[in-house]
């Protein structure tokens, strides 16, 4: 069973607000990945690192930003959030190069 | 065109079929491929993961990999209406980023 960690599962919140969907991983891995996915339709890649001090973007052009302070986490910030951004939230993370990727159980994120 | 190609389904199959579901690629790169079970409102959980041409098993799963036709397949025998999920095939290029089929919808009815 992989040990990556996503909190919260489900939020709620209003327009404007600033959020920050965290997630963990204990298995030392150096990547980590964040996917956007609306209910039945593919995954998109937002944000992704290759470790300590790197992000990137995504495919999926993103209005949240990302930081990897640690190797271990990897929060995803939305500084003011938009009914637009209502989705599920899946964060991943992967050992070396073309290792298997294990994912949380995903933030499910609503704005009203 | 997509680089990883995957008929979305949905697929549905009575109790105890074999299930074969498939994806074929463009990038002869690849050089991973994972499978991936989603049930609704979860993430993905690995299924399956080679990096090589031929056969590999584990229960009632099977995966293949076809390198010269481009071409992976997941077989899942006696089927039951726990295996009721999408599946997707996930690959990527050493050094890069997975690339994700869109994802079969599999319905087991019992």
């Known amino acids: 069973e992989a040990d990556i960690y996503q909190t919260p599962r489900y939020l709620v919140i209003g327009t404007g607000k600033k959020i920050t969907l965290e997630c963990s991983q204990t298995?030392?891995?150096?990547?980590m990945y964040w996917y956007q996915q609306d209910p039945g339709m593919e995954l998109h890649l937002i944000h992704y690192s290759y470790g300590v001090n790197s992000t990137e973007k995504g495919d999926l052009s993103s209005e949240s930003t990302v930081s990897r302070i640690r190797t271990e986490h990897f929060p995803l910030t939305l500084e003011s959030a938009r009914p637009s951004h209502t989705s599920q939230y899946l964060c991943?993370?992967?050992?070396?190069?073309?290792?298997?990727?294990?994912f949380g159980q995903g933030t499910r994120l609503t704005v009203v | 065109q997509k680089e990883v190609e995957q008929d979305p389904g949905p697929l549905s199959v009575p109790e105890g079929a074999i299930v074969s579901l498939n994806c074929t690629y463009s990038n002869s790169a690849f050089q991973y491929f994972m499978w991936y079970r989603q049930y609704s409102r979860k993430g993905p959980e690995l299924l399956m993961y080679t990096y090589s041409s031929g056969n590999k098993e584990d229960g009632r799963f099977t995966a293949q990999v076809d390198k010269s036709s481009k071409y992976i397949s997941l077989f899942i025998r006696d089927s039951q209406p726990s295996d009721s999920a999408t599946y997707l095939c996930v690959l990527s290029e050493y050094g890069n980023k997975l690339v994700f089929g869109a994802g079969t919808i599999l319905r087991v009815k019992s």
């Open positions: 298995m030392g891995h150096d990547k």
């Open positions: 991943a993370s992967s050992i070396g190069l073309g290792g298997e990727a294990f």
